[in-house]
């Protein structure tokens, strides 16, 4: 059996700080892939909702499980459950032409 497949990433980045106890920077990359069969419009309910849905239980679980293990001094955090609603920002590496032209575009100025 060989599919098509394409993929999508959803990074997630959080950060937690509480003042002299300590700093937990915590990122979570899921890596998520369709076939080539599948609708438009799945598609972007896959990407821009439950995608992320999927993920932040991990996150949460882990942020649970560090502060647990801490003991005493920090106590148990517990990070709300969320609802994620509207459309994600996609971010991407420029590629090394869209970088010449910056560089270029700039030395014209």
């Known amino acids: 059996l060989t599919l ?4 999508f990433q959803i990074i997630t980045n959080m950060k937690l700080h509480i003042e002299n106890v ?5 990122t979570g990359v899921g890596n998520f892939a ?5 609708p438009e419009e799945l598609k972007k309910e ?3 909702k439950n995608a992320t ?3 932040f239980p991990y996150l949460r679980s882990f942020v649970s499980t560090f502060s647990a293990s801490c ?3 920090l106590g148990h955090l517990v990070i709300p459950i969320q609802f994620f609603q509207g459309d994600l920002k996609e971010i991407r590496e420029p590629s090394s032409k869209e970088i010449v032209s910056e560089v ?6």
């Open 4 to 7: 098509d497949l394409q993929g």
């Open 22 to 26: 300590f700093e937990l920077d915590l």
């Open 34 to 38: 369709f076939t080539d069969e599948t």
């Open 46 to 48: 896959l990407i821009n």
């Open 53 to 55: 849905a999927i993920m």
């Open 71 to 73: 003991g005493m001094i």
């Open 104 to 109: 270029e575009k700039k030395a014209v100025k």
